[in-house]
């Protein structure tokens, strides 16, 4: 079982704004990172450290993070963001990473 | 370009032995980890553990130590996972990817599995 509780799905009217949730003790300690995965394609990775995105990302990912809950929020979503999206961080000894179960984001 | 490449779809019985590829190009392998992500049909991600190949150092996931064994050759920038004896719920695309961290496991920082192979799908069944 994860250490790290995603909602299985989410959906946002397209160009609106969406907030992405995970929730673990861990994430008090360590800053979770997210990947979004597309049907049938490897992970990408979208955000990292606190608050950063890779050359390539669009602005409209963004991260927070809040006592035990890690936040990926998207600033006006779009059809191409229509993704399962996951958290990753350290587990509670540290030394390893665990993923959260997903949340599969629908934009309507 | 920085890249990882795996090896191709495999079929295999249960009790077969396997070992699947993640070729690396582009940067320098011995100082970057490659961790392996395992994802079952349908299913959701799950770390399984993280190499380092200048020194083959490695950290294995409780729910895969034992279970698997992950590996490095240096010389053709190639890490490896491995399985003695495949079962049934073995099946599942595997992927590998490149940690972008530093320091004995990643303490110094942690920016991410920046890089990702294609995946490479193994089916067991009899």
């Known amino acids: 079982s994860s250490e790290l509780t995603q909602d299985p799905a989410v959906s946002v009217a397209l160009g609106q704004t969406v907030r992405i949730t995970c929730q673990g003790d861990?994430?008090?300690?360590?800053?979770a990172t997210w990947y979004q995965q597309k049907p049938g394609q490897a992970p990408v990775l979208v955000i990292y450290?606190?608050?950063s995105r890779p050359s390539g990302i669009p602005d409209r990912f963004s991260a927070s993070s809040s006592g035990n809950t890690a936040s990926l929020t998207i600033t006006g979503a779009q059809a191409e963001d229509e993704a399962d999206y996951y958290c990753h961080s350290r587990d509670i000894s540290g030394y390893r990473w665990v993923f959260g179960g997903g949340t599969k984001l629908t934009v309507l | 370009e920085v890249q990882l490449v795996q090896s191709g779809a495999e079929v295999k019985k249960p009790g077969e032995s396997l070992q699947i590829s993640c070729k690396a190009s582009?940067?320098?392998?011995?100082?970057?980890?490659i961790g392996w992500v395992r994802q079952m049909p349908g299913k959701g991600l799950e770390w399984m553990g993280i190499i380092y190949p200048g020194d083959s150092d490695t950290t294995y996931s409780p729910s895969f130590q034992g279970q698997v064994t992950m590996s490095a050759d240096k010389s053709i920038s190639t890490a490896y996972l491995q399985w003695s004896s495949l079962k049934a719920s073995d099946t599942a695309t595997y992927y590998c990817?490149?940690?972008?961290?530093?320091?004995?496991?990643?303490?110094?920082?942690?920016?991410?599995?920046?890089?990702w192979g294609q995946g490479t799908t193994v089916t067991v069944s009899s």
């Open positions: 861990n994430l008090r300690s360590y800053y």
């Open positions: 990817a490149r940690l972008d961290c530093s320091g004995s496991s990643c303490n110094y920082y942690y920016y991410g599995m920046d890089v």
């Open positions: 450290s606190k608050n």
């Open positions: 582009g940067y320098s392998f011995t100082t970057y980890w």
